[in-house]
């Protein structure tokens, strides 16, 4: 088995909307460093946030197009929820 790791932080700064009301999403390309042979599946997970107090924290996280040489990853919100940043954890394995 292969597996391969990383995380991605989604931050205010780099998205200034995330700070809006509304449904938003935000996406980046994953490039895995070297390819796999099979298309591995990808598990997410939220390592940090920092989100406004006063809202309700609501995020989705989504891995999508999952290839051989990467995946896309989306960070969905919606409503008043403002966040100032997001670090996501992602693993990626497959069998070869």
Do not use: C
Not at 45 to 53: A, G, P, T
Not at 74 to 95: C, K, N, Q
């Amino acid at each position: 088995m292969i597996i391969k790791s990383g995380e991605v932080t989604f931050h205010k700064d780099q998205h200034p909307t995330m700070l809006g009301s509304g449904v938003r999403n935000y996406s980046d390309f994953i490039r895995f460093d070297r390819h796999f042979r099979d298309v591995p599946k990808v598990v997410l997970s939220v390592r940090n946030f920092d989100i406004l107090n006063s809202a309700n924290a609501r995020v989705s996280l989504s891995a999508a197009d999952e290839s051989h040489d990467g995946f896309e990853l989306t960070l969905h919100t919606w409503a008043d929820t403002r966040i100032w940043a997001l670090t996501v954890s992602w693993i990626a394995y497959a069998a070869r």
